[in-house]
């Protein structure tokens, strides 16, 4: 097991992806009476990639070792991540960002549930802990939001979103180490 101290470059890391997320569900509220769900989808996709298809030339060469497998890996992304995204915008045409994020928190959960129900993989007590904190995480943010803990507007509610968040990643992270 590795023992790594913390640095403020590593924390300022691993908080960029759960502030994406949220600025992702955050944006897709904002302009859902503006842009459908599924234009949404594309242009984000569109510009996504042409922002690193110049950083893609390796990759995108026939001798790459990654090159026969490039269906899988279209397959994988449209899947899940395009898939994903486009329901993501369908769901905040009717609920809000706090939700539908909520939601996207429990994915290590059900991928640990998945791996086990489908795939016979074996589950260990700390997978099983990191799954409960993962919950516990999102029941916190539930009993904030509906006020059970603490009454909490703007900047608040923000923080414990990423909290929550913070605590996905390192339940799933966790997971995928044992």
Known sequence: MMHQRLTPSTIALLTLPPLLWAGNAVVGRLVHDMVPPMALNFIRWLLAFALLLPFAGQVLRRDSPLWPHWRRYALLGLLGVGVYNALQYLALQT??????????SSMPVWMLATGWLFFGASVSRRQIASAVLSIAGVLLVLAIVTGAVIPMMGPELIMAGIFQRLISIKASTVSRST
């Open 95 to 104: 609920s809000t960002p706090i939700n539908v994020t909520l939601v996207a």
